[in-house]
Structure formats: C-alpha cells, structure tokens
C-alpha cells in the first residue's frame, strides 16, 4: 500500500466540503413557498389581547414564526410559542402554550413614523383585531399599534420579526 500526501489545502477544502454537505439536513425543495419571519417579542397585555391569552396567564415572551404565503398571496400563517421563560434556555417551562393563526392579509402604506412604509394587516378569526406589522426594509418587520405606532419593546426583547428566507 502506498501512501500518498495531499497539499494542505487540498485536504483543507475537501474536508471543508464533506462537512457542509453533512451538515444540511434540509434540501432547499423541502422548503415552503413563501417569506418566513420569525422572532421573539415580550408577551404584555395588548399582545395577550390581540391573541386571546387571559390577563392571568403567565407569559413573559412569545416566539413567533410568520409565513407568507406566495403561492396563494394575502394568505398567512402565524404560530406563537408563548409561556414563562425556562431559566438558562431559550426555551419555556412546560414547553410552552402554542397558538397557530390562519388568514388573510392586507398590505397599504402609511405608517405614523413614515408614510412611505408599507404596512401589513393580519386579518384572522382568532385574532380580536387585525395584527398589524410595519415592513422596516425587505428582511424586517415590525410590530405596531391600531394607529400604526412603532410598539416599544424592553430590555430582553424588542418588536421584530426577522426574514429567515
């Protein structure tokens, strides 16, 4: 058997290769179509009344993952994954309560902070009122209020929604 020596960076981008095509467990195909948000807001009571959470329910932050639909447009998808944080995890105790929205959704423009700013109307059965979210630049959005406010978040999270893809 003879032994043969390869180049550093031979075996450097060889390796480097095996270990990215290793590491994907999910084919791009698998993917739904669509824009997909997600997040970590504070769970206060005007997001506890615009869902539907009783004033009593522990709940100090929620998760949240916003698919809009391409391939059936003004159709959304929104879960919330919310509860009392877990401590040193991301996570909640219990897992967490999970509420998953299906509905429509409007856009228009005219945010009070730029009336330049498209705004998205997430209209749904389960939802006491319309959620609104203001599109920040193509990958942000941002919650906000009736009248179309910024909403404020605190020390530990803030109001944004994040495209994943």
Known sequence: MKL???PFMTLLVTCFALTSSCSQ???????PLGDIFVGSTPCDSLIKSLLQISPETICEFIKWELHLNKSSPGVFELTALYGESQPNTNGFKGGGKKIILNGKYTTNYGAASNPASKV???HGDSLQSSLLLIEMDSNILH????DKNLIVGNGGWGYVLNRIQ
Do not use: Q
Not at 25 to 31: A, G, H, I, R, V
Not at 143 to 146: K, P, S, V, Y
């Open 143 to 146: 919650f906000a209020d009736t």
């Open 25 to 31: 467990n999910k084919s791009t195909n698998s993917l």
């Open 4 to 6: 043969v020596r390869l």
């Open 120 to 122: 998205y109307y997430l």
